[in-house]
């Protein structure tokens, strides 16, 4: 099936800092790439998504770049705050248009 | 309800015994899904409903793993003759987007399954 590849697995940042996770994808038919964070035994929720007819969202502090040609996208947050802690999986929907692809996740920490 | 409920939230069974995890979706999604999500890794995908049909069961792992919907609501994911590779945290996902528009999936809170 689809491959994604995410990296870095870990990230430690100051408080303020940028964090940015980069995530690239093997099937040129997707073109759905959401990005979900999941706090400690939670659930993930979608903080972002992008199609690939856009190469650029932004919404407050997160953004998310696409690369369609180089099949890459990344997730940019700026002004980091103790709470952005979490892990941060990428995705990209499958050649079915049905499922979404999960990256294997960045453990994000942010530090006060 | 207001979102996805799962249950159980944990279950713990010996190997070779017969599992069932229940998913409620949130009312009026037409999509439902299964993942699975080990220890470290993302969660991965399992199997596809639309309405009471399984559009897509590709990612079942073998034939000891079936899902149903028969009335295109609550799904029940079967696991026969569990082995101690099945432990995971169970995730069960729904979406008011249908056909081949992939958008935002609600997860629910999982179900952990240990086959000791």
């Known amino acids: 099936g689809e491959n994604v590849e995410q990296h870095p697995s870990t990230l430690s940042v100051q408080e303020g800092d940028s964090a940015v996770i980069k995530c690239t994808y093997s099937?040129?038919?997707?073109?759905?790439f959401p990005w979900y964070k999941q706090e400690l035994g939670k659930r993930p929720q979608l903080i972002i998504d992008i199609r690939s007819n856009v190469g650029e969202k932004k919404d407050q502090r997160i953004a998310v770049t696409l690369n369609k040609t180089a099949k890459h996208f990344s997730l940019h947050i700026t002004e980091t705050q103790p709470e952005d802690s979490a892990v941060y999986f990428c995705?990209?929907?499958?050649?079915?248009?049905?499922?979404?692809?999960f990256g294997k996740g960045t453990s994000l920490l942010v530090t006060p | 309800g207001a979102g996805v409920s799962q249950t159980p939230s944990n279950k713990v069974t010996e190997k070779g015994k017969y599992v069932e995890l229940r998913c409620d979706p949130i009312s009026g999604h037409t999509a439902l899904y299964w993942y699975r999500q080990s220890l470290g890794q993302g969660p991965e995908f399992l199997i596809y409903f639309q309405g009471t049909g399984a559009a897509d069961d590709s990612g079942l792992p073998n034939d000891r793993f079936f899902a149903v919907r028969p009335e295109g609501s609550v799904s029940t994911l079967k696991i026969q003759r569990t082995e101690r590779g099945d432990s995971a945290v169970y995730l069960c996902?729904?979406?008011?987007?249908?056909?081949?528009?992939?958008?935002?999936?609600?997860f629910g809170e999982g179900s952990r399954l240990t086959v000791l």
């Open positions: 099937d040129s038919a997707s073109n759905y």
């Open positions: 996902a729904s979406s008011p987007f249908a056909g081949t528009s992939a958008g935002e999936l609600f």
């Open positions: 995705a990209a929907s499958s050649n079915s248009g049905y499922a979404l692809n």
